[in-house]
């Protein structure tokens, strides 16, 4: 049976996963919250999340609000037994995401982060040829998200907030490269980062450079500038080879991928990917897990690790110094 979301926060990122929901038999869009106008979805629209909450048509919430509100509003949902889905980062600390898992566990009710690039099809691919130890051992991640989609906001936009938004482009764009580079090397260890701005308007900073250093692993150098135009690259260097991921556009509409392999001793091979709807693949993936089909794809200690590597790298844009991570 399909399973009835509410989906919370309909400002941009909100407005496209309603319609693209009703595009899979595995949803039905039964209610949204928006504090602000509403707009006209066809659905009804509340102010208040708590009536979503005590509705029965809702078996799950998405949420698309700002970040600050993210572990609340998933430990509300969870603690009024709903499944969580929430857009990315699921919290700006380790102790607030620790506490969401932890209300959704008590519950019993899934969770699932806005990591939408774990389902690119190339994407998908590296992870399995790295897994599978095709590459050696990992050595470096070079990668970089770059967009200039913000550029026109308005000064008082919380994206421009160095408290709802820190370290400028780290969590519009970088905090996807941090979630892919957990994904393959574990846990961090130490990060160093650096935000500058320099190109727009945007007063935290729209030049984000990032070094990760992982507990058992290499490193990963991340790049995310917000004042140019687009640009998408994953690149993983192991002791065998490296695999290179280049996107042609935006998730918001993709236009497909090229992914190159380099292996010793291999020709380095080409190959080109059709476009395919991973925002989609990841809120199918969600419901999924819901329906006891298959678990969802992206562990939980995966969920806290990135988002305390990402509150390492907040510390250290602000302390212009090396920082530790936490790891409880
Ligand atoms: N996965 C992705 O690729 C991707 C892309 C874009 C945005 N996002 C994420 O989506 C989230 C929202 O980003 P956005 O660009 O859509 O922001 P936005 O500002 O355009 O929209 C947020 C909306 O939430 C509403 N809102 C604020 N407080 C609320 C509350 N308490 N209850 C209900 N609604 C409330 C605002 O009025 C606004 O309309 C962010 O966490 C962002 O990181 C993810």
């Known amino acids: 049976m399909a399973l009835g979301v509410a989906v919370v926060g309909l400002g941009w990122w909100g407005r496209i996963i309603v319609p693209l929901l009703r595009t899979s038999e595995k949803f039905r869009v039964v209610a949204g919250v928006e504090v602000g106008a509403a707009p006209d979805l066809g659905v009804p629209i509340e102010k208040d999340f708590e009536k979503v909450l005590a509705n029965p048509a809702v078996d799950a919430v998405v949420l698309c609000t700002p970040h600050t509100l993210h572990a609340e509003q998933i430990i509300r949902a969870a603690r009024a037994k709903k499944h969580v889905f929430c857009e990315k980062p699921l919290s700006l600390t380790r102790a607030d995401v620790v506490r969401a898992v932890e209300a959704c566990n008590e519950s019993k009710v899934a969770l699932a982060v806005g990591h939408e690039k774990r389902f690119e099809p190339p994407i998908q691919e590296v992870f399995r040829a790295a897994k599978a130890g095709e590459l050696g051992a990992l050595l470096q991640i070079e990668a970089n998200f770059s967009q200039d989609k913000f550029l026109s906001l308005a000064s008082d936009n919380w994206r421009l907030s160095g408290n709802e938004a820190p370290a400028g482009p780290l969590t519009a764009t970088g905090i996807h490269l941090l979630d892919l580079s957990v994904g393959l090397m574990g846990r961090a260890a130490r990060v160093f980062a650096s935000v500058k701005q320099l190109g727009s308007q945007l007063v935290n900073g729209d030049t984000l450079g990032v070094l990760v250093s992982f507990e058992k692993s290499g490193n990963a150098l991340l790049s995310a500038v917000l004042a140019t135009p687009f640009d998408g690259r994953f690149a993983v260097y192991g002791s065998k080879g490296w695999m290179e991921v280049r996107d042609k556009a935006h998730p ?77």
Request: glycine share 6%; charged share 30%; hydrophobic share 40%.
């Open 252 to 328: 918001e509409a993709p236009q497909g991928w090229v992914l190159t392999k380099n292996l010793r001793g291999k020709e380095k091979e080409t190959r080109t990917y059709e476009p395919a709807k991973a925002v989609l693949a990841n809120l199918e993936a969600f419901a999924d897990a819901v329906a006891g089909r298959a678990p969802y794809p992206v562990p939980q200690e995966e969920m806290i690790a990135n988002v305390a590597a990402l509150e390492a790298i907040v510390r250290s844009a602000r302390s212009g110094k090396v920082e530790e991570v936490q790891d409880r």
